[in-house]
């Protein structure tokens, strides 16, 4: 069996999760923190951290010591980066052949794939091919709001990366569009309806394992999702037709989905082939997504059989109070704030930090430890 490097500090929620996947499942894993403050030192995880990368720094030499360090202390000799944010992704492809070389697996497809999936407009377009709908796109800026202003292709630096905004006045588009270029972006309808994300596991082999979650709240702008629930809209005939676009692209690998259900029709918001955010509800409503990925990628040699559960929770409280705390408004999809209220006691246990691995991650971000007092 391989053993897993992960590199935290950055999509740190379902790094978490695949972390208690492994813990389950006992697999052999190694953390590598960015920076001192990562968030994997206030969990039960921090006893599995290797060493701590330079903040936001990465680079194939010190892929390689870190590699090195896992193969002395526990004798394998492949070892899997598990393949959990976009910039990390795109840096690994970059390196594929370095890696390869050197005996260092991360299950992720071609460059040229995954930049057509990843990228909004490649994917957008491939959709069209595929008769899926996609939102109406403009040529120039809409006097009406909202609307969405996606760049065409992935953008980063150091400090940030540049992600599609929704422009909801004069201001926001003033503040957003500064030292800008149009050719590099698109503009697309902002659709109303409920909010779902399609999750998948394509195998090697071609077939390919579907659930789906609904989404009710999100932070601002389009930000994460902090409450959602297991929901049965893969048996829509629209998962099938991803399953054939991404088929017949010969794709393997995690990737999610997420469209709008608008007057009874589904619409293509976008595609993100790596971990997401609300991974923890593939633990807690029995999806088998990770067990494939496990199987595919020589982590496991069998897993057990799973019985798919509808309506489980997933809640993040932090991504709320962060919010509130930033005065700034959460997107409702088809949720009433009073139902929210009344059913928060059932909602609050699967939160997926109030748990005993991550219980100071829940007080800190809950700030209900102003005087920062660890629980050991």
Not at 49 to 70: A, G, P, Q, W
Request: hydrophobic share 35%.
């Amino acid at each position: 069996m391989k053993s897993v490097l992960i590199f935290s500090g950055n999509n740190d929620r379902a790094i978490i999760a695949f972390c208690r996947y492994a813990m389950l499942n006992n697999i052999s894993f190694s953390i590598v923190t960015n920076g001192g403050n990562d968030l994997i030192f206030n969990t039960a995880f921090k006893r599995n951290v290797i060493c701590t990368r330079e903040f936001n720094k990465l680079s194939i030499e010190n892929i390689l010591f870190y590699v090195e360090n896992i193969r002395k202390n526990s004798g394998v000799d492949t070892v899997f980066i598990l393949p959990s944010t976009e910039y990390l992704n795109r840096f690994l492809i970059n390196h594929k052949t370095a890696l390869e070389q050197n005996n260092i697996d991360t299950g992720l497809c071609g460059k040229k794939l995954y930049e057509l999936i990843s990228d909004k407009y490649s994917f957008s377009e491939k959709c069209k091919d595929f008769k899926i709908d996609v939102p109406k796109e403009f040529d120039e800026f809409p006097k009406a709001y909202p609307y969405i202003i996606k760049p065409k292709l992935y953008k980063t630096t150091e400090s940030k990366i540049d992600k599609p905004t929704i422009i909801t006045s004069k201001k926001d588009l003033k503040k957003y569009w500064k030292d800008k270029d149009l050719k590099d972006y698109y503009l697309q309808e902002y659709v109303e309806g409920k909010s779902i994300y399609l999750l998948y596991y394509f195998s090697k082999d071609g077939n390919y394992d579907v659930f789906s979650q609904e989404n009710l709240i999100q932070q601002y702008n389009g930000g994460s999702m902090v409450l959602c629930k297991s929901s049965n809209y893969h048996l829509e005939t629209i998962s099938e037709k991803f399953g054939e676009l991404f088929t017949s692209l010969n794709f393997s690998g995690l990737v999610m989905v997420e469209v709008k259900l608008h007057n009874n029709k589904f619409v293509m918001i976008e595609a993100n082939p790596r971990l997401w955010g609300p991974s923890q509800l593939i633990l807690d409503a029995e999806m088998n997504l990770f067990d494939s990925f496990a199987l595919d990628n020589e982590l496991l040699k069998n897993v057990k059989k799973r019985n798919y559960k509808k309506d489980v929770w997933y809640f993040w409280s932090g991504g709320i109070v962060d919010t509130l705390y930033n005065k700034q408004e959460l997107t409702y999809y088809n949720f009433k704030k009073k139902y929210f209220i009344t059913n928060y006691q059932e909602i609050l246990k699967n939160e997926i930090f109030l748990k005993p691995d991550t219980l100071n991650i829940y007080l800190k971000q809950n700030k209900l430890n102003e005087q920062e007092r660890e629980i050991n």
